[in-house]
């Protein structure tokens, strides 16, 4: 019996190196690790040791007898990537590179952000005892957009999380939560108290349509929709118009996959998860029956993930609808078929192209080479009421296939309108930025003198959760060879200046403890109602609870 792979797939590869066997590709040191969507088990070759089970962060690997419901599908993904992806009989073992530990000091590493990248790093760094690492971190809680981007009805994939916090629990470790830095300290004064400061900021920002009626009330970006339901205190009191019977989406990336599915979903099953409260209520009142979703080129070129796409096919209640005449490929995306993924994405939107649809049920509907033109207003009122598309045909510049719009267009008579074509990173104040491609300019992590950049905003939005432990692991390859070299060399502040300096600046901030204390408060709140956790979405009540641990602390 061989182990599977399935929808949960971070990509983070711990697995890889836990296999006795070397049965789990592509590994990161193979080409085709930066494009793919997920790895897998050759059937063939796994020995059935677990290993990789004990291993995954995410608990996505299941022996493949315990498949159930659409996971079954991933014992032939995984047994058909090797027959199309064949692999010499023999592999060389993987050697875990040692970085080198030559007596220099301690090393003093800021990192600002707490998401993935950030906690990849952290951990890359934390390898060697003579590295200090301080993290800071503008919110009172952790872990990025495994948090605050994660669909709530994900949870496995969230797990990932619980290998973070092993990983940084460590003496040599600080963490400064409600500490944003340019306000309560600046990017100087982390260069003043540590050798060396690395970005893992992400891409907060979201691209625009730059289309008329872009501005009107009901038209708003996905990445401020999937911030208000996972409970981002920055979005806890934002207000979505659900009274409407269609919403569109512009884009068919997964996180449009999952605005879908949220918007469509039986809302019993997400009152057991860690949804916001705010967000399970509204969405109980909503009369949303259809989303559509807009992708500007063909469904071989769509920007969903084969694991997300399948995904769709379980929702109770849900019908996927696909025009079979949408599926037919010009040549050029025909020619992409030699591509698994590609066929697999194919093959998965003729099957639900060829289910009847079902009364009573609601509709998530793909669009194909469409792309709006305007977001047009409701007769007699200032808020969203359609949006205008035209229909496009792809074109080859340069061998690349692109959209070029037609003379044809169409109206949808819509409520909601939600973008989602793209994050982007914002300038970090000190820092030079490039604008164009909304990401710190950089090479291999290496930004300027003693500044790195790992993660979205080294890179651009790209990848899913595990792409960022390779990333970080170049970025810190890179601040260990600079520091190897002798570059970073100088006298800086401690860890007793940095926290003297937030004690007088921010006394609010927390720590390890105090994320505890509101980790441990938020599942207490959810056991009531057999959910995970209910999450505090204010950012006063989230200090006041890690407050009363601080004083705690403090009285023994």
């Known amino acids: 019996m061989a182990y599977v792979i399935t929808q949960a797939c971070c990509n983070d590869a711990s697995c890889v190196s836990a296999c006795p066997v070397n049965c789990i590709h592509p590994t990161p040191e193979e080409r085709q690790f930066a494009q793919t969507e997920m790895l897998h088990i050759d059937p063939q070759t796994c020995i059935d040791c677990g290993a990789c089970v004990d291993a995954c962060p995410v608990d996505a690997i299941f022996p493949e007898d315990k498949l159930f419901g659409s996971l079954e599908r991933y014992k032939e993904i995984n047994a058909e990537y090797y027959e199309t992806n064949p692999m010499p009989e023999t592999w060389a073992p993987l050697v875990p590179e040692t970085p080198p530990r030559r007596d220099l000091g301690t090393l003093r590493v800021a990192i600002v952000g707490a998401g993935p990248a950030a906690c990849y790093a952290a951990g890359e760094l934390l390898e060697r005892s003579d590295i200090e690492v301080e993290m800071f971190e503008r919110l009172p809680t952790p872990w990025g957009l495994v948090r605050a981007g994660v669909a709530p009805d994900h949870p496995g994939t969230k797990e990932v999380t619980r290998m973070f916090e092993w990983s940084l629990d460590r003496a040599n470790f600080a963490l400064h939560l409600g500490v944003e830095v340019g306000t309560h300290i600046t990017h100087d004064e982390l260069l003043a108290n540590h050798h060396a400061v690395i970005y893992a900021v992400g891409a907060s920002s979201d691209r625009r349509l730059n289309v008329p009626g872009e501005d009107l009330p009901g038209s708003h970006a996905a990445t401020e929709f999937v911030s208000w339901y996972n409970g981002h205190p920055d979005y806890a009191s934002r207000t979505f118009d659900l009274s409407g019977k269609r919403a569109v989406i512009v884009g068919n990336g997964n996180v449009a996959l999952d605005v879908a599915r949220i918007l469509t979903m039986n809302v019993d099953e997400l ?22 979703l807009l992708g500007r080129r063909g469904p071989a070129q769509a920007a969903y993930s084969n694991p997300e796409f399948l995904a769709l096919g379980d929702l109770d209640g849900v019908d996927v609808v696909i025009d079979p005449v949408e599926l037919e490929l010009d040549p050029s995306s025909a020619a992409l078929l030699d591509d698994p993924a590609v066929a697999m994405k194919m093959q998965l939107a003729r099957e639900y192209a060829a289910r009847p649809p079902r009364p009573g049920h609601k509709r998530i509907v793909f669009r194909y080479l469409a792309s709006p033109t305007e977001i047009t207003p409701t007769e007699g009122a200032e808020r969203v009421g359609g949006v205008e598309i035209v229909h496009n045909e792809l074109v080859d510049v340069d061998g690349v296939a692109r959209a070029q719009a037609t003379d044809r267009h169409e109206h949808l008579d819509a409520s909601l309108v939600l973008r989602s074509i793209g994050y982007r990173g914002r300038p970090v104040p ?9 990401v710190l300019p950089n090479e291999g992590g290496r930004v300027g003198e003693r500044i790195y950049a790992t993660g979205w905003i080294k890179r651009g939005p790209s990848g899913v959760i595990g792409t960022n432990k390779a990333c970080a692991k170049e970025t810190v390859g890179a601040l260990l060879d600079d520091f190897e070299s002798g570059s970073l060399r100088r006298t800086v502040g401690t860890r007793k200046d940095v926290a003297r300096l937030l004690r007088h600046r921010r006394p609010e901030q927390i720590g390890f403890d105090g994320w505890r204390a509101i980790d441990a408060a938020e599942v207490s709140r959810g056991q009531g109602s057999g ?18 641990r601080k004083r705690r602390l403090f009285a023994r």
Do not use: C, Q, W, Y
Request: glycine share 6%.
């Open 271 to 292: 009152a057991a998860t860690d949804i916001a409260d705010h967000a399970l209520d509204a969405l109980r009142r909503s009369n949303i029956e259809e989303v559509v």
């Open 531 to 548: 959910r995970p956790r209910v999450k505090f979405t204010d950012t006063s009540e989230m200090l006041a609870v890690a407050g009363k």
């Open 430 to 438: 000190g820092v030079a930025f490039d604008d164009a491609k909304g």
